[in-house]
């Protein structure tokens, strides 16, 4: 699940940049509506991505906390 978040990490990134070129577009040629449509959806996206990466992050912390109390409770003979 590390190597998901790492790779959701990585289209954030992208996505982010490709948003940015998307914004230049719409602005250097004045706001042209399928520009702006394609800014709207690489918004959506984004969005999409931090919700699932955080959702993913949060699984991975649970786990981490499952395992850790898990040992702790061995080892007291619980």
């Known amino acids: 699940m590390k190597i998901v978040s790492k790779l959701l990490s990585v289209l954030i990134g992208i996505t982010t940049f490709a948003s940015g070129i998307t914004l230049f577009l ?15 959806a690489e918004i959506c996206i984004i969005f999409s991505l931090i919700y699932t990466k955080r959702n993913l992050d949060f699984m991975i912390y649970q786990d981490e906390l499952r395992e850790k109390y898990k040992t702790r409770r061995s080892k007291h003979g619980r």
């Open 26 to 40: 719409e602005i250097a040629y004045f706001f042209d509506l399928k520009t702006l449509g394609m800014l709207f």
